[in-house]
């Protein structure tokens, strides 16, 4: 290939790469009202200035908020468009050149943001309590209002990071959180068996064990340990570790606790029993069993009773039910899984790729490059 001929494989890229600097036209004809909207902008950011020098999280997002509302106000009264919102973000940034945030990308996201939220006093309890980095992700990942809300609202709860925001949403948090099947109506307290529902999910996703699902439970185990802190990070918070392979002495017999955890909001004991197959009646009573052991042997007075959690590669629910009809010990029942795919809506999987189909794919794509 000659050195003024282009590469074609480059051409084939999606990726736009071309290198600007863009600034907004200063001979643009502005709407009438556009200098009065600015004056009062820069008094409103002067106002706010201090405290968004200070840090003040929650007085920045509540001005990117205001600023939100002024361009949506405008577009709807007077038809401002896109260009004016260019020229908007070059003059504040002239009256503000020390302050961030006022590229043109922002001031949309704050438009978005001011669209998305129209009730101030939901931005003030909550979002105004995240950082502006958490509410751009909520708005870009996610598109219904309430599950915006949820993930806000466990954000703040628990202290996720953005990247731990990212990934709850990637692995569909939602639809997991707080549908293990249990027990727990019929063995707990109604504020007792509503918290420790809460605690639990259903599918856990053990995606960092690879592709390959473990066929035996030590290796399950093992997957888990190798992988402690992303384990303890699907658990949830407030799970602290406490041991494996607990070794338990009854009579003459050994047995051996898969996991040992406790939870610190809770003031329990967790016991988790690991299975490599689907759930069996006796499941249950060999984990009550190890509960048992657990509160008379380990519990402190002050401690609540133990909860188990038995975690499954498949369960019927109806034998679940069954099983721990009887029971008086307080226990959950979860599958795990390794791969998210099973965990997404049917519609989603539908629309994913096979692996047949990737792999045909790359095939054609090499022998393409190698024509070339």
Known sequence: MSSDQPDQRKQRGKIDRTVSFPVPAESIEMPDSYAI??????????????RVVLASNSAMVLLYWEIGQHILNKQQDEGWGARVIDRLAHDLRLAFPDMKGFSPRNLKYMRSFASTWTDQAIVQAVLAQLTWYHNI?????????????????????????RNILAMQIESRAIARHGKAQNNFPTTLPPLDSDMASQVFKDPYLFDFLGTDAPRREKELEQGLMDHIQKFLLELGQGFAFVGRQVHLEMGDQDFYLDL???????????VIELKAREFTPGDGAQLGMYMTAVNRLLAHPDDQPALGLLLVREKNQ??????????????SVAEWENQLTRSLPEDLQASLPSIEEIEAELCNEMESGNAE
Request: avoid cysteine.
């Open 37 to 50: 909207t600015l004056n009062e902008l820069k008094q409103r950011i002067g106002r706010e200035r201090l």
């Open 137 to 161: 992700a909520l708005l870009e990942k996610l598109s219904d209002r309430e599950e915006r809300l949820w993930y806000a609202q466990q954000t703040l709860e628990y202290g996720w990071s």
């Open 260 to 270: 040992l955890f406790y939870h610190l909001k809770l003031r329990r004991y967790i």
């Open 318 to 331: 109806i034998l679940v039910e069954y099983a721990l009809g009887n029971s008086s010990q307080p226990i």
